[in-house]
Structure formats: C-alpha cells, structure tokens
C-alpha cells in the first residue's frame, strides 16, 4: 500500500530537504524518449486506477459518474480514450488498447452508434457528444487498431457525430451556432458557447483533410465565421464562454476556457493542412497561439486560469482535466502547421517540466503546475493532464506520425450518411434521477451566469495581469467549487 503525503507534510518535506526535492517527485529526463515513455506507462497506470468500467456489474467506458453516483460526467470518459488513444500512438504500450477499443465502441450506442446513449441525455451537451467524437476521429487519425467489421469503424463514428450536429445548427437565433445542450429540457438548451461550436469546426476541419470532402471544409469555415460574428472569438483571439439565445448571443460571458482556445487551435492546424497552408489559415492559427500562449501559460506553464487562482481553485471537475487536452492538441497542431512548431515546443517543454514536478514517484499528479511540487490536488484529470504534457513532447523526440488521411495511410472506414436522428432525449422518460443534475461540460449554467454578472461585464478581458488580479479578488468569496 502507498503512503500519499499530504500537501502541508509536502511542503515541509521540501523546506526539508531542498537538496532531495527532485528525488520526491516523479524523475524524468524530457529529452530522453525512452524517459518519458517510463514515466507516461506510471502515470497511464495510475490514470488508469480511475476507470472501473470493465468490472463485473460496471458500464463500460465511463468514469465513475454522473454526480452524484461518482465525480466524473459522461463526457470525460471520451475525453479519456482519447488521451488513451495518443498514449499509445506516443509511446507504442498496447497494454490499454482493448479497453479503449471497447469503451469507444461500447458508448458510440448502437445501433443508432452515434454517441448519444439515453443513459446519459441530461449531460448530453453537443461538447459532450463532441468530445467521444474527437476520440473516435484521432483513432482514425493514428491508425489505432480497427473494430471488427461487424462494430462501427472510427471514421464513421467521427462523421455520425458531425452529421447529427450539423443537423443541429440553429439559425432560429443569432443566425446560426451550435446550442450547448442538445435536450431541450436540459439546463443550457439556451445557451450558445465556444467549445460546442469550438468541437464542430475541429471536426469538419479533420474531417475535411482526412476524406478530401470540401462539404466539411465549408461547415468548418461557417462555424468559425460565425464564432468570430457573435464576438465570442474577438480579434484579439480571445475566445469567451457563449451567451444566451433569447439575447440574442451578445450577453457574452468573457470567461475563458484553455480548451475551447485549443480546439480551435487545432481546427485551425487542419484547415491550414488542409489547405495547403493557405490564407486566412496561417494568419489565424498565428495569431490564436500567440493569445493561447499569453493567457493559458504565464510563465511557460499551463494554469487553467479561470479557475486556477492564486490563492484558491475554483475549478469543477471538468476545468481539472483540461490542461492535457490542450498539450496534446497543440502539440499535434506542430505536425500538420510546422511553420507554427518553433512557437508552441518551447512552451509546451517548460510546462511539461513543471508537470513533472507535480507528480509523485508513483504517478500521482496534482492540479497546480506552477508550485514545484505536489499540490495534493488528484483525479482523473489531473492524471490526464500530467500524461498529456509528457508524452506530447515524444513529437520532437522519436518519429511519431502525424494524423494520416484516407489517401496516406488511414484505413478507417467511413460512411458519409451516418448518425440518424440528432434529436433526443426530448421524451420525459429519458431523463433518469440519477443523471438529473447533469450539466455538460462546464459548470452549471447558475454558475456561469452568477461569474458573468458578478465577474466578467465590461472589458476587462484584455487588460492583461491587471484584469486577473481583479478577479481573483472578485472570486475569492465564491469559496471552492470542486471538492
Ligand atoms: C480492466 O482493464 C485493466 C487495464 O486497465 C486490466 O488490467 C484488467 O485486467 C481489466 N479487468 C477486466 C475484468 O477485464
Ligand atoms: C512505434 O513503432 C513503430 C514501428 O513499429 C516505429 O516506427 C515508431 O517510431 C514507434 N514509435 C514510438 C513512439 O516508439
Ligand atoms: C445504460 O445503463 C444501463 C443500466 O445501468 C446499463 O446496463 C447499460 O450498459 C448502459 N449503457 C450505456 C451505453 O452506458
Ligand atoms: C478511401 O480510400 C479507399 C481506397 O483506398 C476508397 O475506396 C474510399 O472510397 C476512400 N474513401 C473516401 C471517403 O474517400
Ligand atoms: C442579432 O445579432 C446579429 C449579429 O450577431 C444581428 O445581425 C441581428 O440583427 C441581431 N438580431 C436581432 C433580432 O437583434
Ligand atoms: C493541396 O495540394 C494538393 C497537391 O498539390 C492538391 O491536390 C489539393 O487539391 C490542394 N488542396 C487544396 C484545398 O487546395
Ligand atoms: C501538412 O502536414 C504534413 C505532415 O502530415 C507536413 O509534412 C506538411 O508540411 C504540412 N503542410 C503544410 C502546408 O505545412
Ligand atoms: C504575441 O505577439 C506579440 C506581438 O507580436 C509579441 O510581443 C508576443 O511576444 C507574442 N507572444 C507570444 C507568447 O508569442
Ligand atoms: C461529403 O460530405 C457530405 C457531408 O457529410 C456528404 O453529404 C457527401 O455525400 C460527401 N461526399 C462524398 C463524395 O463522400
């Protein structure tokens, strides 16, 4: 059995023996392959102690979840394989791959295989669909092993899950965008935000490159075109939260989310691919680094900063996870737009390091980064985010290939037509006690309206370190959010 120290013993076992702080940690030497490779298998093992789903009397391919049953909602166990998938793509261990296999298949809901399970309809948010989405198209992407034929294939997966958001766009309100949730009785039905319409252009731009289909290239265009005309991508490349329908979507919440700013980043990566580095997608992805990089890692560290504050987190279990996604996506961005390489490695090196440093010899990684040490702060997310940064960096270090298309490599199948009906859940019935209190990917919409008035009005989003003083103050009476 392991002895965990806790965060205040961790901090004087530091002042202690200062000499000996990096023997407390989890050691690894980034720029050797074969190092973080040995570190990556610890920290995939401990991630792994999270996922209980292939037990006797457990449903496959989530995270113990929805709240109250478990902290983890539905979308994050798509969020998982995902992560699972690129374990294997940066490192070759097969040790996880029929778990993934499995989980991605089992959740995709046959037959309709379209990731919209009835279990699951009161957090089912387009983000969250979304985000299974991704899992199944970087499967596609890294040429993980295929389903049997008689399950559905990864490329087919990917277009179900774009067709029936497409099939959703709304231009009742706002003229046009994606909504949050996709039940109209769920809480955010109203509500338009960054990562759903963020999650739609990163698919059609994947989509586009790997069928060589311009119909997806075109939904990716309108998508952002329409992100940018609400404000929610300003021009500085800021990218806010959303905002509310019956407003008309110009109640913008400014918050923002490292996430959101990532799959657009990595949308962007695509587009210029898929473009053969044409314009307006170089300028663009040039100018969403430079503003991820500037908001999301102060000092070359990643720090989820809506709710990573100085003296307090506020982060729901979700914002936990979100560091990693944006590591991987970046760092895969290096692969399909290597003018943008030599601005995101030297980030994404230094973060990764100070990863590294949050984590324990056993795997066990806390949530804050910039500290030097471990923070005692552990999940799922934490677990995913310290994986994500070390093995992302196996890009500069051993040939590892980037995202294949259907014409060098990929071997997926697909089937233009699939996904069936988007709606759902919209029968009484659908919607279990259990999963009740659903609330996608973000916080509650309370929240996030109680953080847009209190917090967010006003312009304070560009005034740089200014503007983030002031609202660690403002937020330092909310109190935490997460347990
Ligand atoms: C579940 O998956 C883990 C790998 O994460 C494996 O070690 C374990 O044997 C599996 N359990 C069952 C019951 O298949
Ligand atoms: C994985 O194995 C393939 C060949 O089997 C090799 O080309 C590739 O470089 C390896 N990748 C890593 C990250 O070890
Ligand atoms: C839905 O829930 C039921 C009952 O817990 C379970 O048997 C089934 O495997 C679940 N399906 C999915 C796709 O999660
Ligand atoms: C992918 O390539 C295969 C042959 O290599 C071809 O049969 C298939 O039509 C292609 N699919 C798409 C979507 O282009
Ligand atoms: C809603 O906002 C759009 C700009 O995003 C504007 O073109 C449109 O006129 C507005 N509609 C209403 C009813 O105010
Ligand atoms: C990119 O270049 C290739 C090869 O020259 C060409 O076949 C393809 O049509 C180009 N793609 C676009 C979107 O211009
Ligand atoms: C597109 O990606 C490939 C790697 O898959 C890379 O070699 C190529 O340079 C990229 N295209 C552009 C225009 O950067
Ligand atoms: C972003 O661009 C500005 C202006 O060109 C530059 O001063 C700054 O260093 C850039 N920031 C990053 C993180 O690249
Ligand atoms: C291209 O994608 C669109 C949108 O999904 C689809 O309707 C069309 O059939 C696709 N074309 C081909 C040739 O696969």
Redesign the pocket.
Known sequence: MEIRISPSWAALWALLCWANLAGAALTVDLTSADSIKTAAKTIAFNLMTYYHGNESGQTPGILPGPPPAGPYYWWEGGALWGTMVDYWHYTNDTTYNTETLNALVFQANSPQDNYMPPNWTASLGNDDQGFWGMSAMLAAETTFQNPPSTQPQWLALAQAVFNTQAARWDTQYCNGGLRWQIPLSNNGYDYKNGIANGILFNMGARLARYTNNETYAQWAIKTWDWTSSVGYIDDQYNIYDGAHVEKNCTDINKAQFSYTAAVFLQGLGFM??YT??SEPWGTRLKGLTNRTLEVFFPDGIAVEVACELTNTIQCTTDMLSFKGYVHRWLAQTT?????IHDTIMPVLKTSAAAAAKSCNPDGTCGFRWNTGTYDGDTGAGQEMNALGALMSLMVDLESVG?PVTNSTGGTSVGNPDAGGDPTVGNEPTAITGRDRAGAGILTTVVLLGFLATVTWMGTRANEGPAWVDEREKRLSGLGPIHA
């Open positions: 210029y691919n053969n580095g692969q399909m737009a290597p003018f980037g």
